[in-house]
């Protein structure tokens, strides 16, 4: 792995929190109302939930159904969905 990708890593896993951290909050009692706001804004800007979705190859469309529910939004915060995909990548990386 070359510093390059080890600077990517960090910039993705980075991102990956935001979104951890968002739907954490949408069960919280004091950031519910932003984080909800942010999860399913139709912003596409830098830093925005379908940009961050987009920057780290996850299905935007998913990740926003998994948000709905309190069981969805279980899976994500166990980083089933957000972590996946970075395996893979770092298996593909290492062949």
Not at 34 to 52: E, L
Request: glycine residues 6%; charged residues 35%.
């Amino acid at each position: 792995m070359t510093g390059a990708d080890r600077n990517d890593e960090g910039y993705r896993a980075l991102w990956a929190t935001v979104i951890y951290q968002a739907i954490n909050d949408i069960d919280s009692h004091t950031e519910r109302r932003p984080a909800i706001d942010w999860v399913f804004s139709d912003r596409t800007d830098v830093g925005s939930m379908r940009w961050i979705c987009d920057m780290l190859d996850l299905d935007y469309g998913k990740l926003l159904n998994l948000s709905m529910t309190r069981e969805g939004r279980s899976k994500i915060l166990k980083k089933e969905v957000v972590t996946m995909r970075m395996r893979r990548e770092r298996e593909i990386d290492n062949e």
